[in-house]
């Protein structure tokens, strides 16, 4: 079985303590674990990974929390929640824009809210002792002490306690390039539809404080070369695919001097 996480622990040591403990409680798995810089990279993140998926059988356990004083309208920073796409688990922070983009394109249906205290109260203390509860209620690295252990507890159809979680609590996702790939390639929130190409194909879009005309090709091979336009990316689930920025024969991020979480206005 697969198991991806997607965690703003971006360092080796973070990286090896969530692989080796997510490793450890399931047998015949597989995990990657891919760091990402903020709660909209990890949301692009996330929809890639559904879509890789397929609805087949594995896990996908995502961690992006807000360090700042925001952080403490929560009791030991912000919740968990979970839901299901076909036989895949994805279980996640729920603050900030993480699951925005699995909502705009309707990838989550019902989504189910946990307290760690409660879930953790409801597991017997064979499994885990007193003063292990006690530790993980209070721990600075739930995403290792508590999330994988979550994630098995629901896989294994353990009677753990969990509420409804309103949509509407989910925020809808800006206007903004979520990454930057290797190439240049600037991976928008768009879709083909939200935007308003005119005669020409062309739109107008504000970056950066500055109003530029780009047009839109089906395909990258229909860039003229050393032309930045728009296309349909290959991000996205299924035919919900988002729009990308790109440059033949050269990089649009370095070009138009974008990075991830930019905002983009639809002139």
Do not use: H
């Amino acid at each position: 079985m697969q198991i991806t996480i997607i965690n703003d622990c971006l360092d080796q040591n973070a990286k090896l303590r969530q692989i080796t403990r997510t490793g450890s409680l399931f047998e015949n798995c597989s995990v990657s674990c891919f760091g990402v810089r903020s709660d909209l990279e990890a949301a692009g993140f996330l929809v890639d990974a559904i879509d890789a998926f397929g609805g087949r059988e594995g896990i996908i356990m995502v961690n992006v929390a807000p360090r700042n004083e925001r952080a403490k309208k929560w009791k030991n920073g912000t919740p968990f929640g979970f839901f299901w796409n076909k036989k895949t688990l994805i279980i996640s922070s729920v603050d900030e824009l993480t699951l925005s983009l699995a909502k705009k394109l309707g990838v989550i249906k019902n989504f189910y809210i946990l307290d760690i205290a409660e879930v953790l109260n409801s597991i017997n203390n064979k499994e885990l002792n007193r003063n292990t509860k006690r530790r993980i209620i209070n721990s600075q690295f739930r995403s290792f002490d508590f999330l994988p252990r979550a994630a098995r507890w629901i896989m294994k159809k353990e009677n753990i306690p969990f509420g409804e979680y309103n949509l509407s609590e989910i925020p809808v996702s800006p206007n903004a390039v979520w990454f930057v790939d290797n190439f240049g390639n600037i991976k928008t929130t768009l879709l083909k539809e939200e935007i308003n190409l005119d005669a020409k194909n062309e739109v107008a879009i504000k970056i950066n404080g500055k109003i530029k005309k780009f047009s839109f090709y089906d395909r990258l091979r229909d860039f003229p070369n050393k032309t930045t336009g728009l296309t349909v990316g290959s991000s996205g689930v299924e035919e919900k695919r988002f729009l990308e920025i790109i440059s033949r024969g050269g990089n649009a991020g370095k070009k138009l001097n974008i990075k991830s979480g930019s905002l983009i206005g639809i002139v």
